[in-house]
């Protein structure tokens, strides 16, 4: 009770946009979110908000359905996904995200479909979730096709296979 499902699926075509999966999936969220009641909004907009506080903007950019929950962020963080340390800054802030989102009173199910298609950053984020010891409400789900994921693939690194 009180826990919600969110699924994103990973298009072959798509490949070369980072995230796309993990995007939709929590577009998704947060159509689903804004059908709530104010008050569960306004608890999850407040969670959100003491969770990446002045990064929001750099989330919102990404998803913007977030705007739905959070408003517009005050203040603008100049952000450029190139570097090693701004993917290490986008997985922590995801995973705030993910802590704000998912909680023991609301647990959250992410469910990503066609692994065998995402691109590195996207199982690099799935690997932090996973080993992140804070994020007990959130369960992640996969699934891929074995046949397409060779020796190599991120995703094989990923499993240890």
Known sequence: KGGCFIAGK???TRKTQPLSAVVDALEHYCD????????????????IKDSVGDDASILTGLVPGLLKI???PEGKTSFTLGSMEAHKRLVYLFGRLMGAIARPSRPLIFFLDDLQWADEFSIELLRSFVCDTFLPSLLILGCYRENEVGDG???QVMLGK
């Open 10 to 12: 990973f298009d072959e």
């Open 32 to 47: 689903l979110l804004v059908m709530e009641s104010p008050d569960t909004i306004g608890e999850v907009r407040q969670a």
């Open 70 to 72: 959070i408003g517009q």
């Open 153 to 155: 693939h991120p995703l």
